[in-house]
């Protein structure tokens, strides 16, 4: 991210030099991408994305780039397809009569417009009002990222995109409706809490300046996969029920950690004579019980390409 400098020049120079340089900047500030190699009768690769936009995230660096050109096929998640985007759409939208106003307690919904309205002043909550509770509070913690970038392409959408065009096997890890079941299974007062214990983090990361997802996002472009490990559990096992929370971040990360890994893994005994490149969120490494320690314990030999240190394997 480029700031706190001005160059006074024409608006056409000014989009030559953002043409001309935002390739460099970003290679050079994604230093050390999260990039595994599988060894095999051919190599396969595992690279941990962040699912945002981002102008850093322009340019794959050399490494991934050339481990994604020689895959025979790619995969993501979930799938990419306009339906199953759809689906995903129609997911997070309330029942009529069930939105934010009808089912949120009143000090809780007048705190959440308020971090609404830090982020940005013109920020209603009224416009959010139709989105199921969990939505929300997802859409609430990735909000400021998005409007800074409304136009970008998450990473994993471009990854996807690619490969279809160029005529690359696109296949999906997991089903949407895998995906959705970790929220679509909470029940209503689970969704509160998690929605009460995300307006709680947002607050106090508002009063003290900080920007989570720009931290994560830092950590992700310089590739500290341990840091990056603290902070997500700084993120999911705090708040006010630690039960609640370490049960739901055993849901989302470490119970589909098992499952992709199996399903990895599956996937490279049954192809061994193909490349494979499983792009998978950052997250689903950064723990002891990893995507890419998972798949040792399987047999599989597992290295961080272009990075040595352990704590970071």
């Known amino acids: 991210m480029i700031s706190g400098n001005r160059i006074c020049c024409s608006g056409a120079t000014a989009a030559v030099l953002l043409f001309l340089l935002l390739p460099a900047l970003a290679a050079a500030e994604w230093a050390a991408p999260f990039l595994w190699r599988i060894e095999g009768d051919k190599p396969s690769y595992l690279f941990g994305t962040i699912h945002l936009a981002d102008p850093r995230l322009a340019i794959l660096p050399a490494a991934v780039d050339d481990a994604f050109k020689e895959a025979d096929a790619v995969y993501t998640e979930i799938p990419f397809d306009p339906q199953s985007m759809g689906r995903v759409v129609q997911a997070t939208v309330a029942p009529s009569g069930k939105g934010l106003a009808a089912i949120l307690p009143e000090d809780l919904h007048a705190r959440a417009a308020a971090v609404l309205r830090a982020i940005r002043p013109e920020l209603d909550i009224a416009a959010f009002d139709g989105l199921r509770v969990w939505a929300f509070a997802t859409q609430l913690v990735l909000l400021e990222a998005q ?6 392409t998450p990473l994993d959408l471009r990854l996807y995109r690619r490969a279809a065009s160029e005529g690359k096997a696109t296949r999906a890890i997991e089903t ?18 998690m929605l009460r214990d995300t307006v709680d983090y947002m607050e106090e990361a508002q009063s003290e300046g900080r920007d989570i997802v720009g931290e994560m996002l830092d950590l992700y472009l310089t590739g500290d996969l341990a840091r990056l490990g603290e902070l997500l559990e700084e993120t999911m096992t705090g708040g006010s029920d630690a039960e609640f929370n370490e049960r739901f971040a055993r849901k989302l990360l470490t119970d589909r950690d098992k499952r992709i890994a199996e399903r990895i893994a599956r996937r490279l005994r049954e192809e061994p004579g193909k490349v494979h490149f499983f792009a998978v969120g950052a997250g689903h490494f950064a723990s002891a019980e990893g995507i890419q320690h998972r798949l040792r314990e399987k047999g599989f030999t597992v290295e961080r390409v272009g990075l040595v240190c352990p704590g970071n394997r």
């Open 147 to 152: 409007l800074s970038n409304p136009f970008g």
């Open 176 to 193: 949407i409706d895998e995906q959705l079941e970790v929220f679509g299974s909470l029940s209503r007062d689970e969704e509160i809490h």
